[in-house]
């Protein structure tokens, strides 16, 4: 039956190609508009790490004080003594501190000329935490950590560029004039956004994926700058690498990794306790001002998903409801428009659950059509949202699978959702009046 009604609706769109064509296109264009914001949206607003987000904290402690910090805020990072202090105190399963790095790179042997890369220093407990693949090797140990051993974790594209894809584990490469021991090759891995290094010079949608770790410890024997954020509050009266590790500038981020409630709870009592220390010595002149927020948290805070992207979602979906209010008019004036054939049929005996199925049908079909189209507008659309957001949030909207299987199921289902009233009205037809105005 299901097939006896296909054909009859398509037959009835071919009878009225003006009408079908209104129907299809404002279906496509909604669908479209909605589809092509929605990828943008979901791209930013997605959660990085799913399987640990409510296990991964950063902390946060106010060392500016209620004059300097932001609004009541701590500082979104960390100065070098608190940092020390949260690693030296491992109250947490695991944790580090990471901040990035720019350096320049070459192989062993210096056989190429060297080329920028961009990286993270940061302690072993960086991969476990938050389970970063390897292709080859291992994360170096907490040993390593503690001998600041000149050690290197490459990505898999760089490791491609310097050595062809081969395991390049016991090799050695140059890094900022250095020599370091390859341990391991991470695996394809670059959430989004990059929630670990949100602050840290960047709204956490990199291009490109980092191309390598080095143990914190040895960036700061190095005295590797930061490529990232550094932020002084006061008039900053320190000079040279030691003065500005002692100082109140924040640039290293830190995490921690707590196994619930119960013990992110004792954790945040730490920071309070912390704070209360430093204030005691008088090294802070307020009231202990900590915080403890989860990836997720940590990502509304600091506002990650674009304003610009929540707005145009909005609209869009405005514009989708003007599209299927639009359709339900054409709709009831197509459906209408037979209302002598309904009045034969129900007279033939048809009940009208047969009305409705066939009508329903009928608007499933165009409900395909437009969603069609909709794909065909979402793909050339997806190659302009750039008019709309940044260049890196753009990138990431993608016409997956996904995607497809939403907007054909979005336009039936939302053309079904349509029809409804125009197939009621259809089904109430009076097969009498009909039949004595025929």
């Given amino acids: 039956m299901f097939a006896y009604y296909f054909q009859l609706g398509l037959r009835s769109l071919r009878r009225n ?27 930013v607003s997605g959660n990085p790490i799913p399987a640990k987000s409510e296990r991964l904290f950063t902390p946060q402690i ?26 030296r105190a491992h109250r947490a399963l695991r944790q580090t501190l990471l901040y990035p790095l720019w350096l320049s790179v070459s192989p062993e042997g210096g056989r190429s000329l060297p080329v920028g890369a961009n990286g993270y220093a940061a302690y072993g407990d960086f991969f476990p935490m938050f389970e ?25 594209a760089l490791n491609q560029h310097l050595f062809g894809g081969a395991d390049s584990v016991g090799r050695e490469i140059v890094l900022g ?47 590797l700058d930061t490529a990232g954020n550094n ?4 008039k900053p009266d320190f000079s040279g690498w030691e003065g500005w590790l002692r100082s109140n500038c924040v640039w290293i981020t830190p ?13 945040r009592g730490f920071l309070e306790s912390y704070a209360a220390d430093q204030q005691r010595a008088g090294r802070f002149a307020w009231a202990p001002n900590v915080r403890l927020r989860d990836v997720m948290q940590w990502l509304d805070y600091l506002q990650v998903v674009p304003p610009e992207s929540r707005i145009a979602l909005v609209v869009a979906l405005g514009f ?46 165009v409900g395909l059509a437009g969603g069609v189209l909709g794909l065909l507008l979402t793909a050339l659309g997806i190659g302009g ?27 039936v289902l939302a053309t079904l959702l349509a029809a409804f009233y125009p197939a009621w009205r259809a089904a109430q037809v009076q097969p009498a009046w009909q039949l004595k105005s025929h």
């Fill in 17 to 43: 190609p003006v009408l079908t064509a209104l129907m299809v296109m404002a279906i496509g264009f909604g669908v479209a508009a909605s589809m092509i914001t929605y990828s943008v949206f979901r791209a």
């Fill in 385 to 411: 949202v750039g008019v709309l957001f940044k260049p890196q949030i753009a990138r990431l909207a993608q016409l997956d699978f996904p995607l497809v299987g939403l907007c054909l199921a979005v336009a």
């Fill in 177 to 223: 004039g250095h020599a370091y021991r390859v341990v391991g090759v991470a695996g394809h891995w670059d959430p989004k956004p990059r929630f670990f290094a949100v602050w840290g010079g960047s709204n956490g949608f990199q291009r490109d994926p980092a191309d390598f770790y080095l143990p914190f410890t040895r960036a700061i024997d190095l005295k």
């Fill in 320 to 365: 989708f409801v003007i599209c299927l209010v639009n359709t339900v008019g054409l709709l009831l004036a197509k459906f209408m428009r037979r209302a002598g054939e309904i009045g034969v049929r129900r007279a033939l005996g048809a009940p009208r659950r047969q009305i409705y199925a066939q009508y329903l049908v009928e608007a499933a079909s």
């Fill in 62 to 87: 106010d060392s500016w004080g209620p004059q300097q910090n932001i609004q009541g805020e701590p500082p979104y990072a960390l100065n070098y003594v608190d940092a020390m202090a949260l690693m």
């Fill in 132 to 156: 970063v693949p390897f292709r080859y090797g291992a994360p170096w140990s907490a040993a390593d950590d503690a001998h600041h051993a000149a050690i290197v974790v490459l990505s898999e």
């Fill in 255 to 267: 995490w921690v990794e707590l196994e619930g409630e119960a013990e992110a709870a004792r954790y």
């Fill in 231 to 234: 932020s002084c509050r006061g």
